[in-house]
């Protein structure tokens, strides 16, 4: 049972680089997210889906999109990295809303750009 | 804007002594969940809390929901190394709709042998 699964683990990018942040979840969730990991700032929000077609922004969008075409793959694109950008991202999934279920992360995709 | 709020930051025990961390809500929470992340990891479900003074345990970890609502607590009995990581207390995000968590910032611990 895979649960979600994240690519890359890890990446550098150069400074105006783009690139492709991949989750896949197994479990037939409707509902992900994308967080940013900083230390010190616990996890935000970058930005969401309740199910395919549909997504939002969050807590810290600028500078990312997603689109949300199945139910499995939810991708976060960097348009134009900067060093701001340098974090850990976990993409997360849950069968519902937050009433009564459980968010299960990825591993991680620990981005570095310089 | 929804905030959640855990203190403290940061702390280390001697294995054996008990471990306490804190988490406030600006608003009141349906439910409120609890996250553990090992070093290098990622967050994993430990529980979620409903009920308003709701108490549930899992071994030497207790878990408390205040009676409003707006509190909950974490508390570790006797700390084994195993228990070393930093634990997020998070309820739902009004600013979403209450489709996602807002966490809180986490408290590290660290468990000296």
């Known amino acids: 049972n895979a649960g979600v699964t994240q690519t890359p683990k890890f990446q550098v990018l150069k400074t105006g680089q783009s690139m492709t942040l991949q989750c896949a979840q197994d479990?037939?969730?409707?509902?992900m997210s994308w967080y940013r990991q900083d230390p010190g700032m616990g996890l935000r929000l970058i930005h969401y889906?309740?199910?395919?077609?549909?997504?939002d922004q969050g807590e810290v969008p600028n500078g990312y999109n997603v689109s949300r075409s199945t139910t499995e793959d939810f991708p976060l694109r960097l348009l134009s990295a900067a060093p701001s950008q340098t974090s850990v991202y976990f993409c997360?999934?849950?069968?519902?809303?937050?009433?009564?279920?459980?968010?299960?992360f990825g591993q991680g995709t620990r981005l570095t750009v310089v | 804007g929804q905030q959640v709020m855990q203190i403290p930051q940061y702390q280390h025990v001697q294995e054996g002594e008990d471990f306490t961390t804190y988490c406030n809500s600006s608003?009141?929470?349906?439910?409120i969940q609890w996250y553990k992340q090992r070093p290098g990891g990622h967050p994993v479900f430990l529980i979620q809390?409903?009920?308003?003074?709701e108490v549930k345990k899992q071994k030497r970890l207790t878990f408390q929901f205040g009676e409003a609502k707006k509190n909950s607590s974490l508390h570790i009995t006797a700390t084994q190394t195993t228990d070393v990581g930093t634990y997020f207390c998070?309820?739902?995000?009004?600013?979403?709709?209450?489709?996602?968590?807002?966490f809180g910032k986490g408290t590290m611990l660290l468990v000296s042998p």
């Open positions: 997360a999934s849950s069968a519902a809303g937050t009433a009564n279920t459980e968010a299960f």
């Open positions: 479990m037939n969730h409707e509902y």
């Open positions: 889906s309740v199910g395919a077609g549909i997504t």
């Open positions: 608003t009141t929470l349906s439910n």
């Open positions: 809390l409903v009920k308003s003074g």
């Open positions: 998070a309820g739902p995000d009004s600013n979403s709709g209450y489709s996602t968590l807002t």
